[in-house]
């Protein structure tokens, strides 16, 4: 099988889809992390989040790149609410602003195009939600695949390998949360009891990046 290389606008519905299984099939653990740290309903929101978005799929895959991400995001905001779809909506909407920016109209997606995407995507939630790197949450899952993504482009890797490598280190992140007191949502009311367990935010986002290099890997 060739190496990935690209990727097109039917490739990011797929991978969309695939999110909305992985979510579906992991609801109720993320659910259960959360109740140790937080309302206890993380994984239930991004089933219903991307559910929702998979409900309306059949409308944006219709769309262009930049339309496609941007009418996700909205949808995330929409049906989740509060910080998750916020955060979850950034992630898709943040991705759309840079396509629509600097890629406008281009129809395969290089690796450089991604990752920049992808950081573009980082930046606007750091700024959305004021979190860094060692405040335990989704960011200590998505900086360290970032810059897994980074390195991958700058020693040649193709997308596939790439994203591995990321997925990687994105789990190795959301388990790092163990050792970090959380400081943001509702988990910074837990304080030193959140000691020991993992962010489910993190998990969530180290989850999506295993379920996007999983398709890379099968294409």
Do not use: W
């Not at 979510?23 to 991004?46: C, P, R, V």
């Not at 992630?91 to 920016?101: D, H, K, L």
């Amino acid at each position: 099988m060739n190496p990935l290389k690209n990727l097109t606008q039917p490739d990011l519905v797929n991978i969309i889809r695939n999110i909305r299984d992985t979510m579906e099939a992991q609801k109720y653990y993320l659910s259960k992390i959360d109740t140790q740290i937080g309302d206890g309903d993380h994984g239930f929101n991004m089933s219903q989040g991307f559910n929702h978005v998979c409900a309306k799929m059949e409308e944006f895959e219709k769309e262009e790149i930049g339309s496609l991400l941007k009418k996700c995001g909205l949808e995330m905001i929409k049906a989740i609410g509060g910080a998750a779809g916020a955060i979850y909506g950034t992630f898709f909407t943040a991705q759309a602003s840079y396509y629509r920016e600097h890629l406008n109209g281009k129809q395969m997606l290089t690796p450089k195009d991604i990752t920049e995407m992808l950081a573009e995507a980082l930046n606007q939630i750091k700024k959305r939600g004021g979190a860094g790197v060692g405040d335990k949450t989704m960011v200590d899952a998505l900086e360290p695949a970032l810059n897994e993504l980074r390195r991958g482009l700058e020693t040649g890797l193709n997308l596939s390998d790439m994203f591995e490598t990321a997925a990687i280190k994105a789990a190795e992140g959301a388990e790092n949360t163990k050792t970090m007191i959380a400081k943001h949502g509702r988990s910074k009311y837990v304080g030193e009891r959140s000691l020991g367990l993992v962010d489910p935010g993190a998990v969530s986002m180290a989850l999506t990046f295993k379920t996007i290099a999983a398709y890379m890997s099968n294409h």
